[in-house]
Each structure stands twice: as C-alpha cells, then as structure tokens.
C-alpha cells in the first residue's frame, strides 16, 4: 500500500463527520425544500454563519449539495434519500451512525482494558432504542422480500420470529404465504413498536405478540418454522448455544431454524462488512461478534439441530444458515 492510501484511510473520519453533522442539523430536510443561503441557513436552524457556511461548503465536493448563485441546494436524488420527509428517507438509519461515532471513539481504549462498563441494554435511551428499530425496518424494507424468497418455506405454517422487531420480516413471510400464520417475540418495548406499526395491515390477525427476554424466558411452542435474523452477533458463543437450544424446545419435531447475519470466512477477514461489524460489536457487547459458518454450525450441532446448511453466503448481512430439530 502507497503511503498516499495510508495517508487517506487515516483521514476518511472527515468526510463521515461533515455528513453525520449534517444530519444531527438536518440540513437535507431543509434544503429540499428550496434553495437557501447560509445566512438564512443560520437564521432557520440558530447556528453560526461562519460554521454554517464552511461545513456547506464542505458538503457540495462531497456530492450531497449545490451550489449556485451563494444558495445552496439539496440534489433530487440526495433528497429523496436524506429529506426526513420523503418516504424512501434512510435517515433513521443513518442517525444510528451518529451514535455510533461517540462509541466508536473509545475503541483504542477498548482494544486495551476491554468494555469496562456494564451495560443493561444495547440502547442509551427509548429513543435510540425506538431509531434503530426504524432503521432495521428502513434496511429490511428492500432485504426481507429476497431474503424470504431465499428461504424458500414451503409447508411452513406457524413462524416463531425472534427478537423480530418492527415485524418486517414477519410481514414479509406472511404477505408471500397466505396460509401461515406468526408469532413475533421480542421486548415489551419493541413489542409496542410493532403493534403500532401492523395494526393497521390486513396481517395483524395472523400475528400473535408476545413480549419477553429471550435471554431469561422460554420461547412460545407449536411452531415448524423459527427465524433468527440479525441476532447472533451480539452474543457469546455460549450465549448463542443456549438460546439456539430454547429455539430447539420451542420448535416442533422436524422444524426448521433459520439464521440470518453476518456468515465470515473460516479466518474472520471476509466479507469487509462483517470484520468491521465484530468490531462495533467489541464496542457495544461484552461477548459479541461475528461468526463463521463452521462455528455456527458446531454451535447448532451442539444444541441438538442436525442437517445443517449455508444456504446463503453473506455478502451484506445477508447470509442464510438451517438445521432442522430431529424428526
């Protein structure tokens, strides 16, 4: 590597800053509206012009505004994407990255003492917790009709869906087979969130909620089919092995579970997205990472699953693994 390359790795945090403050001000929002000076800019959201003007400046060789005639202007494309109005906006999951960035700056630390703190939760607050259920469901939107179409679940009838969520990918299951019906398991919290969310679809009857901690509670029985998507990469290996058990007790005999994440290669260096997951994963969880498929597969083995499969390899937290409770 040229030392020009190194030189610019160690300075890609100032374009990521200048657009993670950008969205903290919600200038997107703003400007796809009409074009705007930087005094009006200022005067609108009470910052200064002086700092206005520069991080402005700053954002148009970045490719996310114009500039014409001293106004500046949010690109169509941009806006559709940033505007927190518009309804294909990836904001909430972008404004997960802001939070992110305050972890992320303690990692040297990290990497030195390990997590010193104890956490409760993954979440400062309800209303992180509340933006990165949105998030997940802006990312599932487009990923959970493929990933479903993957998992192609013919003769399923009753999914169990795990730390489910908003319910995206129960709504998914549900709108490509009528005949199945669900079950999604989560946090009281997250539970509400998705009530909110599917009361108002033709599915809701097809859907039992049910709240609790899959780390303290069994999970509901009577189900052929269980979904475990993006959950593995916050536990422990031991962590993961007991509640692939619960799984196990919670299926019926010849059920199927399916696990969605991040599937590494057998020297955690491939895919990129998933090496550097595992390490928002040292920041965030005192036993979280991310896994190969062959651990994955020791571990499911060791929980009582037989036939175990990569049914799809991972290229963006997209890998698919089975194995199936003994007949």
Do not use: C
């Given at each position: 590597m040229k030392p020009e390359a190194i030189l610019g790795l160690s300075?890609?945090?100032?374009?990521?800053?200048?657009?993670?403050?950008?969205?903290?001000l919600d200038i997107f929002s703003l400007l796809s509206k009409h074009p705007m000076s930087a005094q009006e800019?200022?005067?609108?959201?009470?910052?200064?012009?002086?700092?206005?003007t520069i991080l402005l400046d700053a954002l148009v060789p970045i490719g996310l505004l114009g500039k014409k005639d001293e106004k500046y202007y949010c690109l169509p494309e941009v806006a559709a994407l940033l505007s927190r109005n518009s309804?294909?906006?990836?904001?909430?999951?972008?404004?997960?990255?802001?939070?992110?960035?305050?972890?992320?700056?303690?990692?040297?630390?990290?990497?030195?003492?390990?997590?010193?703190?104890?956490?409760?939760?993954?979440?400062?607050?309800?209303?992180e917790q509340e933006t990165f259920i949105l998030a997940m469901r802006t990312i599932a939107y487009r990923l959970a009709p493929v990933i479903v179409a993957a998992i192609n679940p013919i003769g399923a009838k009753k999914l169990l869906d795990i730390g489910g969520g908003s319910g995206s990918y129960?709504?998914?299951?549900?709108?490509?087979?009528?005949?199945?019906?669900?079950?999604?398991?989560?946090?009281?919290?997250?539970?509400k969130i998705a009530q909110t969310i599917l009361t108002d679809t033709d599915l809701?009857?097809?859907?039992?909620?049910?709240?609790?901690?899959?780390?303290?509670?069994?999970?509901?029985?009577?189900?052929?089919?269980?979904?475990?998507?993006?959950?593995?990469?916050?536990?422990?290996p031991e962590q993961n092995i007991e509640l692939y058990r619960k799984i196990y007790r919670a299926l019926e005999p010849g059920g199927r579970l399916i696990i969605r994440d991040h599937v590494m290669s057998s020297d955690h260096t491939q895919p990129i997205g998933g090496a550097l997951f595992a390490v928002n994963m040292l920041i965030v969880t005192p036993g979280g990472r991310t896994y190969s498929f062959e651990e994955i597969k020791v571990s499911l083995e060791s929980a009582g699953f037989a036939r175990v499969n990569l049914i799809q390899p991972d290229e963006q937290m997209n890998g698919l693994i089975e194995g199936f409770k003994q007949p």
């Open positions: 300075r890609k945090f100032m374009e990521s800053r200048i657009f993670l403050t950008a969205a903290e800019i200022a005067d609108e959201i009470q910052v200064t012009l002086r700092g206005i309804p294909t906006s990836i904001m909430p999951t972008v404004m997960l990255s802001v939070g992110g960035w305050k972890r992320w700056s303690n990692l040297t630390e990290i990497v030195r003492y390990g997590l010193q703190r104890s956490r409760t939760s993954a979440f400062e607050s309800s209303s129960t709504q998914a299951f549900l709108e490509t087979y009528p005949d199945m019906k669900a079950t999604l398991f989560d946090l009281p919290s997250v539970i809701i009857d097809r859907i039992t909620f049910v709240p609790g901690n899959y780390y303290k509670d069994e999970l509901p029985k009577g189900h052929d089919l269980a979904l475990l998507s993006a959950i593995i990469h916050q536990n422990s």
